[in-house]
């Protein structure tokens, strides 16, 4: 699972957006919490 979220960053990066995770299941967090934004204006 921790491969999973790691890919997320870069999946997420490589479709012009910024991934906002302050922490998740997979990485002994209490809950999954991210939200997505465009990298552009």
């Known amino acids: ?3 999973f979220c790691e890919l997320d960053e870069v999946m997420i990066t490589l479709q012009h957006g910024v991934l906002h995770r302050q922490q998740t ?6 809950y999954c ?3 997505i934004t465009g990298n552009k204006e």
């Open 25 to 30: 299941l997979a990485s002994g967090g209490d």
């Open 33 to 35: 919490d991210y939200f």
């Open 1 to 3: 699972m921790p491969l």
